[in-house]
């Protein structure tokens, strides 16, 4: 069978897209959802940042489970899974009667996820090789720009159709994304017995760059640290440095938007450069460049420097993702490429777990600049770590 992987990357990139804003476009309104569901307002933050965070905690934790299945039965069968769950849990928020409810249906949402990393393995088994980097580049664009627009798109939806009505048109959308992915997405993929698949052990003495891996999956936590650390603080620092909280909320938007921009623009681009003179390269470039965006946010005086800084940081953020996926696609092997990448998404969600909290923390006990700085000082062991790693590619220049 003749797979044309160029429209299975069109489909990915859509279900990538609407799976990524599915996560982020409760955030403007989930406050005072949790509210009118009869939370006691002194519970409400509480609850709020639980619901939150339970969601990538549990996809966290089945992340694994979901490749070893993958590896198995396909992931084209694991992308309509994870679609078909989402529908479900996503829709059923529209009726949930209390907040207990809620955070069961967000827990169920994350155990159901993954529709992400496994189109990240689909595209990199089919994805010519000297095009690995462009087309995991640019699917990754899907699930940022998902992210980045998501919460836009709640905002709006919430104020023309009421909370409620919100999760039942996610859940509609996550439907047309189940029945595009079926009927359009294909695979040519012989299902194993699970007696036949290989153990990890043995997968991992066919990994000729295991130190590497590794060094890849911290860079995907620190990465999703550094985006995410900031998010619980980024409203407050603003109108600390603007002095008015008049238009806080508009200004965070912005600048919580033009990282994605940046990245959403350039990770493409990127991806091809990597193609060509080695990824590695570029994501030692992408972790530098994410160390001299950070430092600087820590010192800036106006909320317009902080967006200066951040459309910056959206390069980095460009550079690295497609990097990552890349390197992982060519250092996995073709029977383990799906446990892999959910070993990887499993490093992106606890990231998305532990930025938030280390944010908080850290602007409660040594204020807002001291954020930044802790997160340069992860991305500069980052740095020191893939260098490490990457010194015996970087002195013979050679690629994987």
């Known amino acids: 069978m003749k797979i044309n ?17 599915s996560f982020s476009l409760v955030m403007p309104f989930l406050p005072v959802y949790i509210e009118q569901l009869g939370t006691p307002k002194s519970q409400v933050e509480l609850f709020s940042g639980l619901a939150i965070s339970v969601t990538a905690f549990a996809a966290a934790i089945v992340s694994p489970l979901w490749g070893n299945l993958a590896d198995r039965k396909g992931r084209r069968l694991m992308m ?6 989402m529908t479900i849990t996503m829709g059923s928020l529209a009726f949930v009667p209390n907040v207990y409810w809620l955070l069961i249906m967000r827990f169920m949402t994350g155990v159901l996820s993954g529709y992400m990393p496994n189109a990240t393995a689909l595209i990199a088994s089919q994805a010519p090789k000297q095009k690995s980097g462009w087309a995991l580049g640019t699917l990754a664009t899907g699930g940022v720009a998902g992210n980045l627009i998501g919460p836009l798109i709640g905002g709006l939806l919430a104020q023309w159709f009421g909370l409620r009505n919100v999760f039942i048109i996610t859940g509609i959308i996550l439907l047309i994304c189940t029945f595009l992915t079926f009927f359009m997405v294909k695979e040519d993929f ?21 130190p590497i891996l590794v060094g890849l999956f911290i860079s995907s936590l620190i990465l ?7 998010s619980p603080i980024l409203t407050l620092y603003i109108r600390d440095l603007s002095g008015s909280s008049s238009n806080a909320l508009v200004i965070s938007g912005f600048i919580v938007s033009i990282a994605g921009v940046s990245a959403i623009a350039s990770s493409p681009t990127l991806g091809k ?6 990824n590695h390269k570029v994501l030692l470039a992408g972790l530098v460049l994410s160390l001299f965006c950070f430092i600087p946010m820590a010192f800036v005086k106006t909320p317009f420097q902080l967006g ?7 390069f980095s953020t460009g550079a690295l993702m497609p990097s990552i996926n890349t390197l992982i696609s060519k250092i996995s092997p073709p029977e383990g490429v799906s446990r892999i990448f959910s070993y990887n998404q499993m490093f992106n969600n606890f990231g998305q777990v532990i930025g938030p909290m280390l944010g908080s923390t850290v602007a409660h006990t040594m204020g807002y600049p001291a954020v930044f700085l802790v997160t340069s000082a992860c991305v500069f062991g980052n740095i020191i770590l893939s260098t490490f790693n990457f010194r015996k590619l970087l002195l013979t220049k050679t690629k994987i």
Do not use: H
């Open 224 to 230: 999703q640290v550094g985006v995410t650390s900031i």
């Open 308 to 314: 200066l800084l951040r459309f910056f940081l959206g």
């Open 5 to 21: 992987w160029r429209r299975n990357l069109l489909i990915s990139w859509i279900g990538c897209f609407f799976t990524g804003a």
């Open 80 to 85: 309509i899974r994870a679609a078909a769950g």
């Open 273 to 278: 450069i990597g193609d060509r003179i080695g």
């Open 190 to 210: 012989e299902p194993i017995e699970k007696q036949d698949v290989i153990s990890m052990a043995e997968l991992r003495k066919r990994i000729n760059y295991m």
